[in-house]
């Protein structure tokens, strides 16, 4: 079993920058892929970004390179996900999901997610 908590979401102006936190227990932490996704009601959720279970191997949706930055701490069981130059279409739900695999990305276990907005 694996428990998520994400934080660090809120209310910021186009262009800012914010950065989640998924903060994990729970299943050895080192063990497992992490992935971020967002979702916007009335949509399907969407893969954002992934990391690798040591952290040496990122992943980033077309949408948010450049922009977005995956990292890990394992010695804090913590993912993070900072976030840049952010328009008004990167507001939604995001969430982080653990113990992932596959292509499209498919996580077994899933964080309460925060609301991220951005305004215009």
């Known amino acids: 079993q694996v428990q998520l908590v994400e934080s660090g979401g809120g209310l910021v102006q186009a262009g800012g920058s914010l950065r989640l936190s998924c903060a994990a227990s729970?299943?050895?932490?080192?063990?497992?892929?992490v992935g971020w996704f967002r979702q916007v009601p009335g949509k399907e959720r969407e893969f954002v970004a992934a990391?690798?279970?040591?952290?040496?191997?990122?992943s980033y949706a077309d949408s948010v390179k450049g922009r977005f930055t995956i990292s890990r701490d394992n010695a804090k069981n913590t993912v993070y996900l900072q976030m840049n130059s952010l328009k008004p279409e990167d507001t939604a739900v995001y969430s982080c999901g653990a113990v992932c695999y596959g292509i499209p990305l498919v996580c077994n276990y899933w964080g309460q997610g925060t609301q991220v907005t951005v305004s215009s």
């Open positions: 990391i690798s279970s040591s952290g040496s191997t990122t």
């Open positions: 729970g299943r050895t932490f080192i063990s497992y892929k």
